[in-house]
């Protein structure tokens, strides 16, 4: 291993854990960019009395998923792995639901947020713990992605009418 560091200036890695490893960064990564878009998408779109705090709030999230996106990108590169977080590549790849264009009701919003995020929250949670038998700085990056998208559920769901 000590050759392969030396002489191509990578992490210690064969070729096929790091194609492994970049693979389930760059699944993250899509889901992360299609996450800041899909805020988006209902920061424009929320309706109702819960219209400037909700609005507000997706920003924060937002801002999070890209910051997010940004660490997973570059634990690729780091790696050797060149992501791809271009909009058709993001189209294409990404598992999360598309919402509809137009008006949403401010708790409406907050379920389908609520619901794509603990879907990307488990997949990401998957990876992670393939990760953990190939990678554990990668790993980790994942953990803390796993605990902002967590983090971000409970502050959610703690939004949404009981029952």
Known sequence: MTIIASTAHLPALGKHEREEIGNELQATLLELVDLSLLGKQLHWSVVGPQFRPLHLYLDELIDSWRE???TVAERAVALGYWPDGQADTV?????IARVERGAIDDRHVLRELAQRLAEVDERTRGRMDRLAELDSASEDVLVEAVRAL???LWMIR???PQG
Do not use: F, R, V
Not at 91 to 95: K, L, P, V, Y
């Open 68 to 70: 997010l996106a940004d």
């Open 91 to 95: 189209a294409a790849g990404s598992q």
């Open 150 to 152: 967590e983090e971000q």
């Open 158 to 160: 703690a939004q949404l």
